[in-house]
Structures are given as C-alpha cells and as structure tokens.
C-alpha cells in the first residue's frame, strides 16, 4: 500500500538520448538487412542490457577490428573512432557503418580544423573512455588530455598563444568549467571551443538531477558503471543537495538499507539506458510503498537523429529490389 509520506520524485528528461537511440536502431537494422553475425567494435552504447540483448539477436561485440573475418559488416559505436580504425577497416575488407553520434562528430571536426590552423588542443575528458580515445586520435600530436583541475594546473603547453580547449559530451558541466577555469588562469590566450561540446543531453538530464536533488533523502540512477554520463549524474545529485546517491544498472541491485529513513526517492537514468530498467526500478519502489510519483520535468527533448548514411542507401537499395 502506498504511504503518504513517502513519494518519488522522477526526473525529466532521462534515459535515451537521440545518439543512443540511432546506434542501436543502427545495429537492429543492420541485422535486419545483411543478417547475422553483424560484428561491432566495441559496447555500442555503455549499457549492459542493450548489449546483451543485441547479442541475443545476432550481434557480436569485440575489441578490436582484428577479431572481425575479413569482408564482414562491423558497426562503430557511439563514441567514435580515430581516423586509424576506418583505415585498418578498410584495408580488411570491412563493410563498416559508422554509428558515431553526431554530436561526437562534431568534436572530432572541430579538432581537425583547430590542429590545421596549428594549435595545440587540450581535450578535456577521461583518458581511458573511448570517445576520448577516437577524438584524440583525430590529431594525437597535438591533443593533450586533461583530466581534472589537478592536472589543468600542471599541463605542460608548447605555444600558449595558440591554444583551445574542447571537451568530452558527457561531462559533468560543472567539474568540466572547475577545469577550464584552471586552464584560463594559467594561459589568458586559451580559445573556447566554437559552440559548447557537452551535448545537450548530458546537460538536460544534469539539470533535471539538480532541479530535484535538494529535495531527495536518496537519488537512484539507473545506468551501467562504465557510462561516463551516468556517474556524473550520481556527483551531480549529491553536489546539489541530495542526501545519497546509488547508481545501479537495474532493480536488482538496489539495497534495503538504502530506504530505512527515506521519505523522498529521486529516480534518474543516464543517456544508454532502456526506460524498462527505470520502470522496473520504479515497481521495486512501488512495493516499499513508494507509489507515489511526481515527474520533475526541465526540458522537452525532440532531437532525433537519421541513421547512418551507409545504412539509408543499403534499406533504399534492398526496398527498390523488392519493389
Ligand atoms: Fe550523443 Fe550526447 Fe547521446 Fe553521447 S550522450 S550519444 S554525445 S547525444
């Protein structure tokens, strides 16, 4: 039964961004049209479900392009890759269909103009996430990742009159200025980038946190732990107010003791996951008698994105056959 003291207040916009979503249509699709295996290098969005269940239908993830049979289908992720993974492709046989985000795009092209324009580029971002990887791939004589405010205060630059700064999508937006902020301080000639890299999902479900996080005894976000956008929404709660913060990748790892002297349960999911595990992680609540839900709602989100443009021929091509 529900209890009136207890409520849930449920963030808006959470879950699916538009980059996810063509990713994975991206991969069902290409099942559809070439048939299994379709291989893809690496998760194709950082969620565990996703994964698994693209397995189940046919898609087989690796590491690296040496593990795909030469003239075999491979689809990129989400995060992109560097310029070296569409050649070694190439030189394989691959039929690749790019599912890079285009918002990741983005980064990567203002990073060849700025490298051709002759500047030294600090990226900053995590050094082992794979966006990183592939945007720093783009230019690597010229990228210097910096990580935090600590190693912004540190950074060794060879010209600091011809220096930018860009940045991973999904960073926290307020650790990422605490960096750039360091980074200003040091050099006064530091460029910011064009327009702002950090996508507007990870800031739209950063907001929706923060627009409720005060009020909250326990913020629950829904994601796998290898999703940058997902952590950063557990320091986000807690940074605004929120009492506690768990990230889980589904109801099963949500803990009894977490709830002992709780009224209010926030409930958020980072930008890979499937709205089924929040709405799991809901009824889990439900039955503790938290069944009262009120959505925070900060944002209308209608971006969507086209598939890959591989992708549109091969369905246009296999549709006209069959005509
Ligand atoms: Fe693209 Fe942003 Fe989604 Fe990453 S979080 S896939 S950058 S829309």
Redesign the pocket.
């Known amino acids: 039964m529900d209890n009136p003291t207890k409520k849930i207040l449920l963030a808006s916009p959470r879950g699916y961004?538009?980059?996810?979503d063509?990713?994975v249509v991206t991969v069902e699709k290409a099942l559809e049209l070439y048939g299994p295996p379709v291989y893809v290098r690496k998760e194709i969005?950082h969620n565990k479900y996703v994964v698994q269940d693209l397995q189940g239908r046919g898609a087989i993830f690796v590491d690296e392009l040496d593990e795909v049979p030469e003239g075999s289908t491979v689809v990129f992720s989400?995060?992109g890759v560097a310029p070296s993974v569409h050649v070694e492709a190439a030189e394989r046989y691959l039929k690749a269909i790019d599912a890079t985000?285009?918002?990741?795009t983005k980064v990567h092209a203002e990073v060849k103009r700025f490298a051709n324009e002759g500047f030294q580029i600090l990226l900053v971002g995590h050094n082992d996430h794979e966006?990183v990887v592939g945007t720093a791939g783009e230019a690597p004589d010229v990228i210097t990742v910096v990580q935090d405010a600590n190693e912004a205060a540190t950074v060794e630059v060879a010209d600091s009159s011809k220096l930018i700064w860009l940045s991973q999508?999904?960073l926290s937006v307020d650790e990422a200025m605490a960096t750039v902020d360091v980074l200003k301080s040091r050099f006064p000639n530091l460029l910011s980038p064009p327009s702002d890299d950090i996508?507007?999902?990870?800031q739209n479900r950063q907001l929706a946190v923060k627009a409720m996080a005060e009020q909250c005894d326990v913020v629950i976000v829904v994601g796998s732990v290898n999703s940058s956008?997902s952590v950063r929404l557990v320091e986000v709660a807690l940074d605004a107010g929120a009492k506690n913060s768990y990230r889980v990748d589904d109801a099963s790892e949500l803990q009894e003791e977490w709830f002992t002297a709780t009224s209010t349960v926030g409930v958020t999911s980072g930008?890979?996951v499937p709205e089924q595990l929040v709405e799991e992680v809901l009824a889990w609540l439900a039955a503790r008698g938290y069944g009262s839900v009120e959505v925070v709602k900060t944002a209308e989100e209608t971006?969507i994105?086209s598939l890959p443009p591989e992708l549109r021929r091969d369905i246009k091509a296999a549709q006209q056959a069959k005509a």
Do not use: I
Not at 17 to 20: E, I, K, N
Not at 101 to 104: F, S
């Open positions: 961004c538009a980059g996810v063509r990713a969005v989400a995060h985000c285009p918002l990741v966006e999508t999904t996508c507007y999902a990870t956008n930008a890979s971006l994105f």
